[in-house]
Nanobody, 121 residues
Framework: QVQLVESGGGLVQPGGSLRLSCAAS????????MGWYRQAPGKQRELVATITKGSSTNYADSVKGRFTISRDNAKNTVHLQMNSLKPEDTAVYYC???????????????WGQGTQVTVSS
């Protein structure tokens, strides 16, 4: 069993900052790409940022320069530092991880249950 648990969400004023964290636990051999996605009410889930095992990163244009994704392979954690937050960043943020449980099997995608981020004055 693999579980991903997000933390760090909350209410923040425009221009403020939040740091999201996601910890993966369970039967894990290794984790390939990890990422953050978000979903606003009435909208589809969208990519925010991804990071590979070797720490190569990719960001959505809407967050580039404001958000920073990082990971700690030893702890199986991924973080999202969010600065200069805007009201349009309001969404439920979901952690994603491509997890290898057994070396001889393909990796599978796992999702956290999400953490609410609300940017409002």
């Amino acid at each position: 069993q693999v579980q991903l648990v997000e933390s760090g969400g909350g209410l923040v004023q425009p221009g403020g900052s939040l740091r999201l964290s996601c910890a993966a636990s369970g039967s894990i051999f290794s984790i390939n790409t990890m990422g953050w996605y978000r979903q606003a009410p009435g909208k589809q889930r969208e990519l925010v940022a991804t990071i590979t095992k070797g720490s190569s990163t990719n960001y959505a244009d809407s967050v580039k320069g404001r958000f920073t994704i990082s990971r700690d392979n030893a702890k199986n954690t991924v973080h999202l530092q969010m600065n200069s937050l805007k009201p349009e960043d309001t969404a439920v943020y979901y952690c994603n991880a491509d997890v290898v449980i057994r070396l001889w099997e393909r990796a599978g995608a796992y999702w956290g249950q999400g953490t609410q981020v609300t940017v409002s004055s």
